[in-house]
């Protein structure tokens, strides 16, 4: 059955095929479980060493603090992992146990439940234009457009915002689901429990604050909603081509920092070439955002329209956001939905 996205898509897809070889296009979907291992492999020296200098030089403060901020990012790139296996795009067996075992083994770092996670990401691939089914704009998108409210994203508030949404969503769901991830759930609280208590045990407090509460709890939000600010915030709602926000490449700095999930408008188009073959996806649709006159943005200046000229989501921030009252209006929806 075809989905929002697919019908909504016919109105550029000729376009999208006309920009790209249809053998470029394959080469671009070629799976290749070990570069998969190796930006895992890298995640995890990152981690070690981060682990290693808030060890060994945690009274430190220019050693450790930059050490907690490459553990919080490390922490959040498991999410992109996790994308990866809901996508089924690690290994070229699909359906595979292997995929669903590194799905919860990638859920794990950042406490997230794996069942949830592919069902919440498939219905926004699904669903994406609409304001109802597409679960990360329902339930997860600022309905208070202020600049206070939308700071708590970037603070441990997140926490409790990401998985009150979540419940919501999950309240529809078939009950064996609900169930699973109850389950998971649960066993990511006992975790995130466990692993300070073991550090606070082994090494003192300040090495568990250093280690993994400021990580998960200071950092990965910042880190968090900085990624999901290049994503669907900065549209064109008339025109499904533009319903993703198209981030400028950035090489040395977001490609590694956000493991290619930058490419955020490019993964939509063809949601099942793997992450490390996104930059090269976008250097073949340049002629394409051309035609279509989308323009490139920058987290800087993203983080500029979201938070200091308070743009609404959702909407294009070229032509600004709309008037105070609607924004009042929205903000009086969304005490009225609790």
Do not use: C
């Not at 945690?58 to 996790?82: M, Q």
């Not at 692993?195 to 407090?205: K, M, R, S, T």
């Amino acid at each position: 059955m075809a989905t929002h996205w697919d019908k909504a898509a016919k109105s550029f897809r000729a376009d999208l095929s006309a920009a790209i070889s249809a053998d470029t296009l394959r080469a671009l979907h070629e799976i290749k479980p070990w570069r998969h291992a190796l930006v895992v492999l890298r995640q995890l020296v990152f981690l070690a060493a981060a682990v290693w200098v808030i060890l060994e030089y945690g009274h430190l403060w220019y050693a450790w603090i930059p050490a907690s901020i490459v553990i919080g990012f490390v922490v959040f790139d498991f999410t992109v992992l996790v994308h990866e296996v809901v996508h089924e795009i690690v290994t070229k067996e699909r359906k595979s146990l292997g995929h669903t075992l590194l799905g919860h083994l990638y859920s794990a770092p950042s406490g997230l439940s794996f069942s949830q996670f592919r069902r919440w990401h498939l219905d926004h691939h699904d669903n994406l234009g609409t304001e109802d089914k597409d679960p990360k704009r329902h339930s997860l998108t600022p309905k208070i457009v202020t600049r206070a409210y939308k700071a708590l994203y970037f603070t441990p508030a997140l926490v409790p915002i990401y998985f009150r949404a979540a419940r919501r969503e999950a309240a529809n769901y078939e009950p064996a689901l609900k169930q699973r991830i109850a389950w998971e759930r649960r066993a990511a609280i006992l975790l995130h429990l466990t692993i300070p208590a073991l550090l606070w045990w082994q090494f003192g407090g300040a090495a568990a604050l250093k280690l993994h509460i400021l990580p998960v709890f200071f950092v990965f939000p910042v880190a968090f909603t900085v990624n999901r600010l290049g994503q669907h915030y900065d549209i064109d709602p008339q025109a499904p081509a533009h319903w993703g926000t198209l981030i400028k490449p950035s090489p040395l700095l977001w490609d590694r920092v956000f493991l290619w999930s930058n490419y955020h408008l490019e993964h939509h188009y063809f949601p099942r070439v793997p992450f490390y073959n996104l930059s090269a996806l976008h250097r073949h649709l340049k002629p394409f955002f051309k035609q279509q006159g989308i323009r490139p943005r920058t987290y800087g200046g993203l983080l500029w329209d979201w938070l200091v000229r308070n743009r609404t989501p959702h909407t294009d921030w070229s032509r600004g956001s709309p008037p105070a009252a609607a924004r009042r209006d929205s903000r009086e929806r969304a005490l009225a939905e609790g």
